[in-house]
């Protein structure tokens, strides 16, 4: 079992920069693939970022390439979602979400644990 917790989220004007981090309780974080996905209003979650579990590979959806960046640290149980430039369309609720896989990393139905989501307000 892996409980998530995240932080971070709040109102920025655009252009601005937010770090959201994503603290694990339980056992063998280092062994998850960590994802960071989003929702906005009226919208379906959609997947941000994920990092492997020793860190050495991340992924990333087209439209935060550049801006975005994932890292952890598994002496911390940690996971963070630094984001540059954000935008008005970044306004969503953040998840923090943990995979036992290492493949289809953008999916949803692959990941085992969620957090409960930060609030991420952009406005412009």
């Known amino acids: 079992q892996v409980q998530l917790v995240e932080s971070g989220g709040g109102l920025v004007q655009a252009g601005g920069s937010l770090r959201l981090s994503c603290t694990a309780s339980?056992?063998?974080?280092?062994?998850?693939?960590m994802g960071w996905f989003r929702q906005a209003p009226g919208k379906d979650r959609e997947f941000v970022a994920a990092i492997s579990w020793g860190g050495h590979t991340t992924y990333y959806t087209d439209s935060v390439k550049g801006r975005f960046t994932i890292s952890r640290d598994n002496a911390k149980n940690t996971v963070d979602l630094q984001m540059n430039s954000l935008k008005p369309e970044d306004t969503a609720v953040f998840y923090c979400?943990?995979?036992?896989?290492?493949?289809?990393?953008?999916?949803?139905?692959?990941?085992?644990?969620w957090g409960q989501g930060t609030l991420v307000t952009v406005s412009s």
């Open positions: 339980g056992r063998s974080f280092s062994s998850y693939t």
């Open positions: 979400a943990a995979s036992l896989y290492i493949d289809y990393v953008r999916n949803m139905e692959m990941y085992d644990y």
